[in-house]
């Protein structure tokens, strides 16, 4: 069986993306050297450390009382050999 996982996100919200890894290194707590991991992540601001982010001024501000509303879907999908897409729906085309 042919399995794929996709990913869409709101690009208003989340403007970036950002591969995250961790291949054993991870020394301290919780991991102690035991995972391998791999993750690609939306992310609203770059770079990723946050007091970088407010130095760029590329944070997203929240005031008093606001809020901030975005999606995000991940999918399985079976049985394609390409993907043109996935809508806010999370439908693969």
Known sequence: MELGVG???DT?????????????????WPFWGR??????EPFSSFPAILTEAIRAGTQPV???GESIAAWLRVVAYEGRTSV??????????
Not at 35 to 40: D, F, K, L, Q, R
């Open 7 to 9: 990913m869409s996100f």
């Open 84 to 93: 043109g897409g996935i809508d806010e729906t999370g439908v693969v085309g």
């Open 62 to 64: 929240i005031g008093p």
């Open 35 to 40: 995972c391998y991991v791999m993750a690609i």
């Open 12 to 28: 208003r919200v989340f403007r970036h993306m950002w591969c995250w890894q961790n291949l054993g290194g991870e020394w301290d």
